[in-house]
């Protein structure tokens, strides 16, 4: 963790429990990240590692009530100074903060757009809720929302509904929809997940762009390796509920500590090696994230695990920006 | 290249609906697939690379153009006299969910397969359902089972199994892994490969992941708006691209590396909709280097080397770049 | 389903209580149809003049109709009649409203003829369809049943459509077409067998619509023959002595809307438990 610029967003050992049919369930037990002013920190995981989780607990959207914080804090910096805990905060004040300091960016824009209203009209409604703008200002302000995001002909398109516009043009509106009110945390969850290559390389560039010009902090949720190394600053990976690895960018990428992020790069089909008959094969992680038993939960597809790993819980090991949940990071990287 | 290919398919041209509703899914694509060879057919959403895997197998009806499986012209052929390629082509779906029948057990969706060609019954069937769960990496007693109790990569295995019950010559796989975690589909692409390997597959795989067709695949066509744009070796296709989009799908594809350079140069605008596709050259209206001549007349397929061919008026290799518009 | 499958569907189902509670019903109703001769405590057809119009009392715990017959004994025996008609009716319309409806469903061709068939059908009120179908046949039982079953097919028809279309473009029907499976094999397995939960859902809904039309029918006269004990014949028949005699329409239209209505819960119980589980399943 930068120790001299305070983070905007803390997560300390966030655990989150769901009441099923099947009694309690615990997707995410043991969760630490933080994300600072003006960086980008993406969460990566596959599914069942609880990023999405996590993220919907950090909005305060976990599904009531069968869902709930069990444990730990989501600690969030306000404009003020005052410092929150998202975890607690009752919802009325959580709805204040989500819109005016906190925006989400979710993976289908479809849904998350009302289709009855003009793109416009949906703008102009959070800024005039969060900015006290009056209509015509507030709807003048949304074109020049739709404008900030690229999007052509702005004027003319504030009058369009959702279903008019295609996904990526969606996704634009969703992001001008997020900033209307200048975010100081924006959590983006997947958003790129359903569009095309070169519509998502739009996106992301756009992102970019616009955290660069208010500054504001991201967290970039997303299972895609391609996308972290394009856009993140620092990376955390989640496995079975818990993180595993926290890093910049390029350490790690280029020296993964723990087994599984080291095993999970080596899985991208870019990475495949040619094997002894001349064929390119791509390493592959045996099984699929299963029950979690006592010890770390990646031990029983770890090549390198030993009997130590399985004994009990493994806790995150914090060093500089660092940090790993392994026992063996350091004989296994000599 | 030297056996005569195993698919041939020429001028296929397939339109869904009626005017005004028209959509041009696939226009005027031709390309031949050797024996044992992978063609990868690349694209975006209304690049119609998914149509074309279901107009080979004849799943829906091509609105003109040929299409010759093992020599023999198939495209117009009625379904009853279809034993064939039903035997000899198979495909693998993307969605490991939806491609099982929920209803059945495992036994059943492999048994059907060898049930449609009567390939094998009694204990035999059992038996051969065994092996064919093994060969894709799952325990026979797995047979039993029902959809819900498989996990996604498991799932696609079943669906491997199911298509090579038959022991088809060709398979086409229609975005494979792409619904899978990472880890997973790394699995199922070596699962692929040996399969290939083993029994000598042809392959049309399908998919909008660069990297995984790089991997997989031998040769490459790159679709955009129901059209090539560019086909080729694997090599000459992504180290060598010609076409203008290639380039951009290129370079808009995000690298698993921070030290790569990031993506800089990208397309602006929407992908058209193939209902009103741009005249001319369908590339156009996003193409960094377009001309009125790119309006005025569709680019055909012009050499770019053996086996390398791309469609776009100008071949900025050459020189031949317009005049600064 | 496996032991441990259906137990947890059980659960499921009857996680609310209500749903519970009509299921209890309609079984004890069933229950009594079927042993209608051993429950009744007298001959339904009995006429006893002395006794007639005799309200609730030890002898006669729901009262004598305007022939003194026991009217708790001819509720027990009508139930056999009411539900026996609407079962009937459940059976025909499943039956023939699946067979069109996949037909309908999957062949492009055939959609046309049978969804005008069914609208037209449709537009027309059910029990002004149902009056003038047994008019045109004739009052018994069997043309009640036919009547009746001609005025719920198009509802299956519409429901096991619906479900074709959408399932006649899944991935697995695919991959059975592209395997050279019979388009037979693929109606009566594939899609069949995925089409069977909204169809069962919408038989308890007949079912409990059934009834009713057939005890409206027979108090219009549209309805089977008067002798026969039904629900609503006995309504029928009661009516002109209802303001001296409540107990002659009261407790048979009580019965009615008991099996109605727990019919109709039931049918929303399995409803709500089958749509979440299917859209996973699929």
């Given amino acids: 963790m930068n120790m001299d610029t305070p983070s905007l967003l803390s997560i300390q050992d966030l655990e989150v429990r769901f009441r099923t049919e099947d009694g309690e369930v615990t997707p995410v037990r043991g969760v630490t990240l933080s994300v600072s002013p003006g960086e980008t920190v993406a969460l990566v995981g596959e599914s069942g590692s609880g990023k999405s989780v996590t993220s919907l607990a950090t909005m305060g959207l976990l599904p009531r009530p069968a869902g709930r914080v069990s444990g730990g804090k989501i600690l969030f910096r306000q404009r003020s100074g005052q410092t929150v805990d998202l975890a607690t905060l009752p919802l009325p004040d959580l709805r204040r903060l989500r819109g005016a300091e906190i925006a ?8 998350s757009l009302n289709p009855v209203l003009t793109v ?6 959070s800024v005039r809720l969060h900015m006290g703008l009056g209509h015509a200002s507030a709807l003048k302000r949304a074109a020049e929302m739709l404008d900030l995001v690229e999007i052509p002909n702005a004027r003319r398109r504030v009058h369009e509904y959702p279903h008019q516009m295609s996904g990526g043009m969606r996704q634009r509106v969703m992001i001008a929809l997020a900033m209307s009110c200048n975010p100081s945390l924006l959590i983006a969850d997947e958003p790129t997940t359903a569009l095309d290559v070169t519509i998502q390389a739009q996106i992301l560039v756009l992102i970019q762009r616009l955290q660069r010009e208010i500054g504001m902090g991201v967290l970039f949720i997303t299972h895609n390796l391609g996308v972290v190394a394009e856009i993140a600053d620092r990376v955390t990976v989640m496995y079975a509920g818990q993180v595993v690895e926290t890093g910049s960018v390029g350490e790690l990428f280029r020296t993964p500590r723990h087994p599984y992020t080291s095993a999970l790069l080596n899985c991208l089909p870019a990475r495949a090696r040619r094997g002894e008959d001349g064929r390119r094969v791509v390493q592959s992680i045996p099984g699929s994230i299963g029950k979690v038993g006592n010890g770390c939960a990646f031990a029983p597809r770890c090549g390198q695990a030993t009997d130590s790993c399985q004994a009990g819980s493994v806790l995150l090991e914090t060093e500089m920006d660092r940090s790993v949940r392994c026992l063996r990071w350091r004989e296994i990287l000599a | ?18 005017t005004p509703h028209l959509v041009r899914a696939v226009e005027d694509v031709g390309f031949h697939v050797a024996p044992g060879e992978v063609l990868g057919l690349v694209g975006e959403s209304g690049s119609g690379k998914s149509t074309i895997g279901r107009l080979v197998l004849r799943l829906i009806d091509p609105t003109s153009g040929t299409i010759r499986f093992a020599g023999e012209d198939i495209s117009k052929r009625p379904e009853r006299q279809l034993k064939a390629l039903r035997r000899n082509a198979q495909m693998v779906f993307q969605d490991p969910y939806a491609s099982l029948n929920p209803r059945l057990r495992v036994r059943d969706i492999i048994g059907e397969a060898l049930d449609a060609h009567r390939l094998a019954g009694g204990a035999r069937r059992t038996e051969r359902i065994g092996e064919l769960l093994e060969t894709v990496g799952l325990p026979a007693t797995h047979m039993t089972r029902f959809p819900h109790e498989f996990s996604g990569g498991q799932r696609q295995r079943i669906g491997i199994a199911r298509a090579l019950a038959v022991e088809p010559k060709l398979i086409i796989a229609d975005e494979p892994v792409s619904a899978l975690d990472v880890s997973v589909q790394a699995q199922v692409l070596n699962l692929m490969q040996d399969l290939r390997q083993r029994f000598g597959l042809t392959m049309l795989f399908i998919s909008h992941d660069l990297d995984v067709v790089e991997l997989m695949c031998d040769r490459i066509a790159v679709l955009y708006l129901g059209r090539i744009m560019e086909i080729g070796s694997t090599d000459d296709v992504v180290s060598r691209p010609r076409h203008p989009y290639t380039r951009a799908l290129l370079a808009a594809s995000p690298k698993a590396d921070p030290d790569a350079p990031k993506i800089r140069r990208m397309l602006t605008g929407d992908i058209p909709s193939p209902m009103a596709p741009p005249s001319g050259c369908v590339f156009r209206t996003r193409c960094p280097m377009a001309t009125e001549e790119c309006a005025r007349s569709i680019p055909q397929l012009r050499s770019a080397g053996e086996d390398h061919q791309f469609a776009c008026h100008y071949d900025m290799a050459h020189g031949e770049r317009p005049a600064a518009a | 389903m496996e032991q441990s499958s259906l137990l947890l569907f059980l659960r499921r189902m ?21 042993l209608a001769p051993w429950i009744a405590p007298h001959e339904p057809t009995t006429i006893r003049v002395v006794r007639r119009l005799k309200p609730p009392s030890e002898l006669n715990w729901l009262g004598t109709d305007e022939f003194g017959r026991d009217i708790l004994s001819r509720i027990v025996y009508g139930a056999r009649a009411s539900l026996g008609i609407g079962l009937a009716v459940v059976l025909v ?25 069914v609208d037209a059908l449709m537009a027309l009120p059910d029990i002004l369809l149902a009056i003038f179908l047994v008019a045109v046949l004739g009052a018994s039982a069997f043309n009640v049943v036919l009547a ?3 005025v719920y097919t198009p509802r299956v028809i519409r429901v096991v459509r619906a479900s074709t279309l959408v399932i006649r473009e899944l ?8 395997l050279g499976v019979s388009t037979r094999r693929i109606l009566s397995v594939h899609i069949l067998l995925n089409v069977a939960s909204p169809v069962l859902v919408q038989a308890t809904f007949i079912f409990a619509y059934a009834v009713l039309a057939e005890a409206g029918l027979s108090f219009l006269g549209a309805g089977v023959p ?19 005699a409540f107990w002659v329409v009261l407790f048979p239209g009580l019965a009615i809307v008991l099996a109605a209505l727990s019919l109709q819960v039931v049918g929303d119980g399995l409803r709500d438990m089958l749509d979440p589980k299917l859209r996973k399943a699929l």
Avoid: N
Wanted: aromatic share 10%; glycine share 8%.
């Fill in chain 1, 104 to 111: 989400m960016v979710f993976q289908e824009p479809m849904t």
């Fill in chain 1, 120 to 125: 416009g009209e949906q703008i102009a409604e």
């Fill in chain 2, 1 to 18: 290249m030297s056996a005569s290919p195993l698919l041939v398919v020429e001028g296929l041209t397939k339109h869904f609906g009626r």
């Fill in chain 3, 14 to 34: 009857f996680r609310r209580k209500l749903v519970l509670v009509a299921f209890v019903v309609l079984c004890a109703i069933m229950l009594m149809a079927l």
């Fill in chain 3, 93 to 117: 319309s499943m039956t023939v409203g699946t067979l069109f409806g996949l037909m309908a469903g999957y062949f492009r061709s055939l959609d046309g003829i049978i969804m005008r068939v």
């Fill in chain 3, 148 to 150: 009746l079953s001609i």
């Fill in chain 3, 171 to 178: 991935p697995f029907v695919e991959a059975a077409r592209a």
């Fill in chain 3, 226 to 244: 008067p002798e026969l004990p039904t629900w609503g014949t006995m309504i029928a028949s009661g009516q002109q002595y209802a303001d001296q």
